[in-house]
């Protein structure tokens, strides 16, 4: 890091600066930037509190949010944010008392556990977790303070901070300006709790500070964040299954749905308001998905992996182990080819049941309907705070129309000893004609919208086993549980030779071991530089607001690239004050460090450790970052902090926003 030009001390980002920087909703990254509690993260990070916020009278997706003053600042319902208090290496005592102690998972996770409840005790209303690495050899501590109290300060339009929508998304160059101010607030007496009028604002002990002054090709770049899950061991046949089983369902499932939903949600504007969230979060892992098969098969990833297996195959030191991890890899591939066409089909399972927004509901809440009919009391009314929720963001009309494509899928792509019983009746009693099949469903059903549920809830005589929709809900079900049954046996014996394979390369590699990723808090470092392709062509490093322009104006009549008539009178002005940069407007960047999900809204510091962007996404070479990193093609794309300080004071006109982060 010092070679590559850090110019602080170590000990000052693990110390001092990690002390800033949160965990976001436990799948996304903050950091607090002032004094007063500020945060900033990602609008996608945030985009869910944002969209339940809005209405048809305040559409804060089109037209964005700004607090005037912390008396306009909105709380966001289901927003956490956690604050690491300890991180200690306590290997010691775990592994004294995983002494004699069988292998197995379930046999050391009941003693870490036990650790983790002495911990609890220890530090009383805090989130305690042990996490452990090298082969169960090295445990780390977290203890860390959650707060509830969060609250909204201001967004840009959706049509600027994702500019580009999903045509631009996972690609470089981008355009983005993909942030959200949040601020934290506590109880008088300085205890985190839930929201309350008489809140204040958190004082954190360590803030980031903000820096305008820019960066230069080559310079030293450093992200920190809580990175989500990966494998970088996965072998060759783990690489197939993901490529092969587990991503074709989600891709063509999730792709059928979004095609319906945009189509709703461009014809009417109160559906985009509903369906915003629901789009960008299917859309944002179906490409995904996509990109990750395709970079598999133009990396030959699965060779490569091959490869490498062998590799480690020779390095044995005599032929009984060699033989020995070979057969390992031998009953991996076994069990998952052997569980293939099982797998495929829990895939549908699973896409469909969160696509069909009704039976999910039945699937997640419904099968309390007798309980709580019963009960009364407390159960009816959590019951109907449940129903009020899911039902505020749901269309009748859209959820019957994403039903019938979907279970269309179920029917052409599933052999009938896959598919659940129901489909049986279809053909005998509906002639196969599956629109009219779900149009008596979504007609019939108590389930279909929130006024007819809420009413039979009232209805004593009501029998939820009979409704239409229940019985159907509870058909897929049962036929996924059959599923699942058939090949947990299966995965079981594979998951047991891939935990023994990798126990064998982490020997092997023990050297250079580097744990995966597991949403606790990792830095990564770099530098500022541009995107070399292997067909010769470059991608510089930088974005400015003229290709925002120049992007907009060649995409005309594509909603991806609508932009307010506002920002196009900024731009024409040129006015952009102390964030210009030779006439023009900085807005995003890339840096050659090691990111995943979990990373969104981590801060991008420079070798001063001042915040100079945000991670917000990754380019479409690195899709396959998670298993195969490659940091000569992938890339980590940050949003220019002073695109974010120019919309922030030239377009929001939120001056004391800005005298809060830059001091002045």
Same mark, same amino acid.
């Given at each position: 890091?010092?070679?590559?030009?850090?110019?602080?001390?170590?000990?000052?980002?693990?110390? =001092?600066?990690?002390?800033?920087?949160?965990?976001?909703?436990?799948?996304?990254?903050?950091?607090?930037?002032?004094?007063?509690?500020?945060?900033?993260?990602?609008?996608?990070?945030?985009?869910?509190?944002?969209?339940?916020?809005?209405?048809?009278?305040?559409?804060?997706?089109?037209?964005?949010?700004?607090?005037?003053?912390?008396?306009?600042?909105?709380?966001?319902?289901?927003?956490?944010?956690?604050?690491?208090?300890?991180?200690?290496?306590?290997?010691?005592?775990?592994?004294?008392?995983?002494?004699? #102690?069988?292998?197995?998972?379930?046999?050391?996770?009941?003693?870490?556990?036990?650790?983790?409840?002495?911990?609890?005790?220890?530090?009383?209303?805090?989130?305690?977790?042990?996490?452990?690495?090298?082969?169960?050899?090295?445990?780390?501590?977290?203890?860390?303070?959650?707060?509830?109290?969060?609250?909204?300060?201001?967004?840009? /339009?959706?049509?600027?901070?994702?500019?580009?929508?999903?045509?631009?998304?996972?690609? $470089?160059?981008?355009?983005?300006?993909?942030?959200?101010?949040? &601020?934290?607030?506590?109880?008088?007496?300085?205890?985190?709790?839930?929201?309350?009028?008489?809140?204040?604002?958190?004082?954190?002990?360590?803030?980031?500070?903000?820096?305008?002054?820019?960066?230069?090709?080559?310079?030293?770049?450093?992200?920190?964040?809580?990175?989500?899950?990966?494998?970088?061991?996965?072998?060759?046949?783990?690489?197939?299954?993901?490529? *092969?089983?587990?991503?074709?369902?989600?891709?063509?499932?999730?792709?059928?749905?979004?095609?319906?939903?945009?189509?709703?949600?461009?014809?009417?504007?109160?559906?985009?308001?509903?369906?915003?969230?629901?789009?960008?979060?299917?859309?944002?892992?179906?490409?995904?998905?996509?990109?990750?098969?395709? $970079?598999?098969?133009?990396?030959?990833?699965?060779?490569?992996?091959?490869?490498?297996?062998?590799?480690?195959?020779?390095?044995?030191?005599?032929?009984?182990?060699?033989?020995?991890?070979?057969?390992?890899?031998?009953?991996?591939?076994?069990?998952?080819?052997?569980?293939?066409?099982?797998?495929?089909?829990?895939?549908?399972?699973?896409?469909?049941?969160?696509?069909?927004?009704?039976?999910?509901?039945?699937?997640?809440?419904?099968?309390?309907?007798?309980?709580?009919?019963?009960?009364?009391?407390?159960?009816?009314?959590?019951?109907?705070?449940?129903?009020?929720?899911?039902?505020?963001?749901?269309?009748?009309?859209?959820?019957?129309?994403?039903?019938?494509?979907?279970?269309?899928?179920?029917?052409?792509?599933?052999? %009938?000893?896959?598919?659940?019983?129901?489909?049986? +009746?279809?053909?005998? =009693?509906?002639?196969?004609?599956?629109?009219?099949?779900?149009?008596?469903?979504?007609?019939?059903?108590?389930?279909?919208?929130?006024?007819?549920?809420?009413? %039979?809830?009232?209805?004593?005589?009501?029998? #939820?086993?009979?409704?239409?929709?229940?019985?159907?809900?509870?058909?897929?079900?049962?036929?996924?549980?059959?599923?699942?049954?058939?090949?947990?046996?299966?995965? =079981?014996?594979?998951?047991?030779?891939?935990?023994?394979?990798?126990?064998?390369?982490?020997?092997?590699?023990?050297?250079?071991?580097?744990?995966?990723?597991?949403?606790?808090?990792?830095?990564?470092?770099? +530098?500022?530089?541009?995107?070399?392709?292997?067909?010769?062509?470059?991608?510089?490093?930088?974005?400015?607001?003229?290709?925002?322009?120049?992007?907009?104006? %060649?995409?005309?009549?594509? /909603?991806?690239?609508?932009?307010?008539?506002?920002?196009?009178?900024?731009?024409?002005?040129?006015?952009?004050?102390?964030?210009?940069?030779?006439?023009?407007?900085?807005?995003?960047?890339?840096?050659?460090?090691?990111?995943?999900?979990?990373?969104?809204?981590?801060?991008?510091?420079?070798?001063?450790?001042?915040?100079?962007?945000?991670?917000?996404?990754? *380019? $479409?070479?690195?899709?396959?970052?998670?298993?195969?990193?490659?940091?000569?093609?992938? &890339?980590?794309?940050?949003?220019?902090?002073?695109?974010?300080?120019?919309?922030?004071?030239?377009?929001?006109?939120?001056?004391?926003?800005?005298?809060?982060?830059?001091?002045?």
């Amino acid at each position: 890091m010092k070679k590559l030009g850090l110019k602080i001390p170590v000990e000052d980002i693990v110390d =001092d600066l990690s002390q800033a920087i949160i965990s976001f909703n436990g799948n996304g990254t903050a950091s607090f930037i002032s004094r007063a509690g500020l945060l900033v993260t990602n609008y996608h990070c945030a985009s869910a509190g944002i969209q339940k916020s809005s209405s048809d009278e305040h559409n804060y997706i089109r037209d964005g949010f700004w607090a005037q003053n912390r008396g306009e600042e909105i709380p966001l319902s289901g927003v956490e944010v956690s604050i690491n208090r300890v991180i200690k290496d306590i290997s010691e005592e775990v592994n004294a008392k995983l002494v004699g #102690v069988k292998p197995e998972h379930s046999a050391r996770f009941k003693v870490i556990n036990s650790i983790v409840e002495s911990y609890r005790k220890q530090y009383p209303g805090m989130k305690v977790n042990i996490r452990s690495y090298r082969d169960y050899t090295l445990h780390v501590l977290y203890v860390s303070q959650s707060f509830q109290d969060v609250r909204l300060v201001g967004a840009p /339009p959706f049509a600027i901070a994702k500019f580009g929508g999903e045509t631009d998304n996972w690609t $470089w160059p981008r355009h983005g300006c993909d942030f959200a101010f949040l &601020r934290v607030y506590v109880s008088k007496d300085g205890k985190s709790t839930g929201y309350h009028a008489d809140n204040v604002p958190y004082h954190p002990e360590v803030y980031l500070k903000v820096s305008a002054e820019g960066y230069e090709k080559g310079d030293y770049a450093m992200s920190i964040g809580y990175p989500g899950f990966t494998e970088r061991n996965a072998t060759s046949m783990l690489i197939w299954e993901r490529q *092969n089983v587990l991503n074709p369902p989600l891709i063509k499932v999730r792709t059928a749905r979004q095609e319906i939903l945009q189509k709703f949600m461009r014809e009417d504007e109160s559906l985009r308001i509903k369906y915003a969230e629901k789009f960008a979060s299917s859309a944002n892992y179906c490409k995904n998905s996509i990109g990750v098969n395709q $970079w598999i098969e133009d990396l030959d990833v699965c060779k490569k992996k091959a490869e490498q297996e062998q590799e480690f195959l020779n390095s044995c030191e005599n032929d009984s182990v060699c033989q020995a991890y070979a057969g390992m890899l031998q009953t991996m591939e076994k069990g998952i080819r052997e569980s293939a066409r099982y797998r495929i089909a829990l895939g549908y399972y699973v896409e469909v049941r969160n696509g069909c927004e009704m039976l999910n509901f039945i699937s997640g809440f419904g099968r309390s309907v007798p309980y709580v009919m019963k009960e009364k009391g407390e159960s009816m009314r959590n019951f109907v705070v449940n129903v009020k929720m899911h039902y505020k963001d749901y269309s009748e009309k859209v959820d019957r129309a994403v039903t019938k494509a979907l279970l269309k899928l179920v029917r052409d792509d599933l052999d %009938a000893d896959l598919q659940p019983n129901f489909f049986a +009746t279809l053909k005998t =009693d509906y002639n196969g004609d599956i629109d009219r099949f779900v149009d008596e469903m979504y007609e019939q059903s108590a389930f279909a919208n929130e006024e007819r549920l809420l009413a %039979a809830l009232k209805n004593p005589n009501w029998k #939820v086993e009979d409704d239409f929709a229940y019985k159907i809900a509870g058909q897929m079900e049962k036929k996924d549980r059959e599923i699942f049954a058939l090949v947990s046996k299966k995965l =079981d014996v594979v998951r047991k030779a891939q935990y023994q394979y990798n126990k064998g390369r982490l020997n092997f590699h023990q050297e250079d071991y580097y744990p995966d990723a597991d949403k606790t808090i990792r830095l990564s470092y770099g +530098t500022i530089c541009d995107l070399p392709l292997g067909n010769g062509t470059v991608k510089p490093y930088q974005t400015r607001l003229s290709g925002v322009m120049a992007k907009a104006d %060649a995409n005309a009549g594509n /909603p991806d690239f609508d932009l307010p008539e506002k920002l196009r009178t900024l731009w024409g002005r040129k006015d952009f004050g102390r964030y210009g940069e030779n006439g023009d407007l900085p807005t995003d960047f890339i840096m050659n460090g090691d990111v995943t999900g979990g990373n969104s809204g981590s801060p991008l510091l420079n070798a001063k450790g001042e915040l100079i962007g945000l991670v917000f996404d990754c *380019n $479409w070479e690195s899709m396959t970052r998670d298993f195969n990193f490659d940091q000569n093609l992938h &890339r980590v794309i940050c949003l220019d902090v002073r695109y974010l300080l120019f919309i922030t004071e030239k377009y929001a006109h939120m001056n004391y926003i800005i005298a809060e982060i830059l001091g002045k």
